[in-house]
C-alpha cells in the first residue's frame, strides 16, 4: 500500500482503538439482506463537472438513469474513476444523495465508497451512515493510504463492517494478500463481496473461492478486459467504465442464460470498440447525449494495461459516428 502525504499512522490507531475494545467481545452482526441482488455489471460512475469545475449533479443523476434504460445491475460511486479524491465531504455526500435518489424505484443497485483520503475513520463512517440512511444497497471501501500492517487492515474493516448493516465490499490493491479477504471474510458478517484488483485477479479468485466455500462474491476492475474469463472462473461481477455499461450488461446477461457465444459476440463488439475510442473518455457519454457538451470529469484514468498504440477519438461526434454505425443495433440506453 502506498502511503499519502500528512497521513499520522498514530492517529489512524488511535480511531481504531475503542473499535478494538468493542471486537474483543464476539457478537454477531448480520448482513442486511439487499433489496437489489449484488451481482452482474457494476460501473464506476463518472464526477462529471461543468466549465467552472464544479460537480454536475445533474449529470450525475443522467448517469444513473442511463444505466437504469440500459438494463445495467448496478453502479459503485465515487471510486477510483471518479476521481474520489478529489472531492470534498459535501460533494461527496451530496452527490450520494443525488445517485441514491435517481435510483429509487429501480433495479439498478447503488454502491456508495466510502474511504478517506487520510484514513480517518470518523470521516468513512460519516459517509456509512449516511448511505444507510438513504438507502444504499452496499458500501464498497478502498484500503486506508499509509496502513500496510495487515493487523491495521484486519481491524479497520471489522470497525467497518460493525458501523452499518449495509453489504461490504473491499476493494483491493497493491499487495492486500488472499489471506487477509480470508480472514476478513471469517470475521466480519457483512463482507461478502469483494472488488480484486490485486496482483492477477483471474488467479487468485480460485483460491479465494475455494477458501471461502464459494461464498464470498468476486467482482472484476482494471478495465474488465478479460470479461469471459472472469464469468468462466466464477466471478459473478464486473466495474467497467459507464460508457458502455449497457453493452456490457448485455454480454452478462447472454452468458448467465447459457448464450455463451452471443456473449463472446458482444463483448468482441466492446473490444473492437474500445481499439477506436478509450471508454475511459468522459465524450463517450457526450456522444450518447447523457452528459452536456463540455463536461469533464475530475478523473477519469485508463484501464490498467490498455494499448496505447490505439488510435483513439477524442470528438463527440466522431465517437457517436462510430456508435450509430457499429454499435447502433446493441445500445440498451
Same mark, same amino acid.
Given at each position: 500500500? @502506498? =502511503?499519502?502525504?500528512?497521513?499520522?499512522? *498514530?492517529?489512524?490507531?488511535? /480511531?481504531?482503538? &475503542? %473499535? $478494538?475494545? #468493542?471486537?474483543?467481545?464476539?457478537?454477531?452482526?448480520?448482513?442486511?439482506?439487499?433489496?437489489?441482488?449484488?451481482?452482474?455489471?457494476?460501473?464506476?460512475?463518472?464526477?462529471?463537472?461543468?466549465?467552472?469545475?464544479?460537480?454536475?449533479f445533474d449529470g450525475l443523476a443522467a448517469q444513473v438513469q442511463f444505466c437504469r434504460r440500459g438494463g445495467v445491475h448496478g453502479l459503485a460511486w465515487p471510486q477510483i474513476a471518479s476521481g474520489w479524491t478529489t472531492l470534498t465531504e459535501e460533494e461527496r455526500m451530496r452527490g450520494a444523495e443525488t445517485i441514491i435518489s435517481a435510483?429509487?424505484?429501480?433495479?439498478?443497485?447503488?454502491?456508495?465508497?466510502?474511504?478517506?483520503? @487520510? =484514513?480517518?475513520?470518523?470521516?468513512?463512517? *460519516?459517509?456509512?451512515?449516511? /448511505?444507510?440512511? &438513504? %438507502? $444504499?444497497? #452496499?458500501?464498497?471501501?478502498?484500503?486506508?493510504?499509509?496502513?500496510?500492517?495487515?493487523?491495521?487492515?484486519?481491524?479497520?474493516?471489522?470497525?467497518?463492517?460493525?458501523?452499518?448493516?449495509?453489504?461490504?465490499?473491499?476493494?483491493?490493491?497493491?499487495?492486500?494478500?488472499?489471506?487477509?479477504?480470508?480472514?476478513?471474510?471469517?470475521?466480519?458478517?457483512?463482507?461478502?463481496?469483494?472488488?480484486?484488483?490485486?496482483?492477477?485477479?483471474?488467479?487468485?479468485?480460485?483460491?479465494?473461492?475455494?477458501?471461502?466455500?464459494?461464498?464470498?462474491?468476486?467482482?472484476?476492475?482494471?478495465?474488465?478486459?478479460?470479461?469471459?474469463?472472469?464469468?468462466?472462473?466464477?466471478?459473478?461481477?464486473?466495474?467497467?467504465?459507464?460508457?458502455?455499461?449497457?453493452?456490457?450488461?448485455?454480454?452478462?446477461?447472454?452468458?448467465?442464460?447459457?448464450?455463451?457465444?452471443?456473449?463472446?459476440?458482444?463483448?468482441?463488439?466492446?473490444?473492437?470498440?474500445?481499439?477506436?475510442?478509450?471508454?475511459?473518455?468522459?465524450?463517450?457519454?457526450?456522444?450518447?447525449?447523457?452528459?452536456?457538451?463540455?463536461?469533464?470529469?475530475?478523473?477519469?484514468?485508463?484501464?490498467?494495461?490498455?494499448?496505447?498504440?490505439?488510435?483513439?477519438?477524442?470528438?463527440?461526434?466522431?465517437?457517436?459516428?462510430?456508435?450509430?454505425?457499429?454499435?447502433k443495433p446493441y445500445l440498451r440506453a
Amino acid at each position: 500500500m @502506498t =502511503g499519502v502525504s500528512g497521513f499520522d499512522r *498514530r492517529q489512524f490507531l488511535g /480511531a481504531l482503538s &475503542l %473499535g $478494538a475494545a #468493542a471486537l474483543a467481545v464476539p457478537h454477531l452482526i448480520h448482513a442486511q439482506t439487499a433489496t437489489k441482488r449484488l451481482a452482474g455489471v457494476f460501473p464506476i460512475g463518472f464526477t462529471p463537472v461543468n466549465v467552472q469545475n464544479e460537480v454536475d449533479f445533474d449529470g450525475l443523476a443522467a448517469q444513473v438513469q442511463f444505466c437504469r434504460r440500459g438494463g445495467v445491475h448496478g453502479l459503485a460511486w465515487p471510486q477510483i474513476a471518479s476521481g474520489w479524491t478529489t472531492l470534498t465531504e459535501e460533494e461527496r455526500m451530496r452527490g450520494a444523495e443525488t445517485i441514491i435518489s435517481a435510483a429509487r424505484g429501480g433495479t439498478t443497485a447503488i454502491v456508495i465508497g466510502v474511504q478517506s483520503r @487520510t =484514513g480517518d475513520f470518523k470521516e468513512t463512517g *460519516r459517509y456509512a451512515k449516511q /448511505a444507510e440512511k &438513504l %438507502g $444504499a444497497d #452496499a458500501i464498497i471501501c478502498i484500503a486506508p493510504p499509509g496502513v500496510t500492517a495487515v493487523s491495521e487492515l484486519l481491524l479497520y474493516y471489522q470497525r467497518l463492517g460493525k458501523a452499518t448493516s449495509l453489504p461490504l465490499f473491499a476493494q483491493t490493491g497493491g499487495d492486500f494478500g488472499v489471506d487477509l479477504i480470508v480472514e476478513m471474510f471469517n470475521t466480519i458478517p457483512t463482507f461478502r463481496y469483494v472488488k480484486d484488483e490485486a496482483g492477477d485477479p483471474l488467479e487468485r479468485v480460485t483460491e479465494i473461492r475455494r477458501r471461502t466455500n464459494g461464498q464470498l462474491n468476486c467482482f472484476s476492475g482494471k478495465g474488465v478486459a478479460t470479461m469471459i474469463t472472469e464469468m468462466e472462473r466464477g466471478f459473478v461481477g464486473h466495474c467497467p467504465f459507464v460508457s458502455l455499461a449497457d453493452l456490457y450488461a448485455s454480454a452478462y446477461d447472454s452468458y448467465h442464460a447459457g448464450k455463451v457465444r452471443d456473449a463472446f459476440d458482444q463483448f468482441g463488439r466492446i473490444e473492437a470498440a474500445s481499439s477506436m475510442f478509450a471508454q475511459s473518455d468522459v465524450d463517450v457519454l457526450i456522444a450518447r447525449r447523457v452528459f452536456r457538451p463540455g463536461t469533464t470529469t475530475r478523473i477519469a484514468p485508463p484501464a490498467p494495461g490498455a494499448d496505447s498504440s490505439r488510435r483513439k477519438v477524442t470528438n463527440p461526434d466522431e465517437i457517436r459516428r462510430d456508435l450509430d454505425t457499429y454499435l447502433k443495433p446493441y445500445l440498451r440506453a
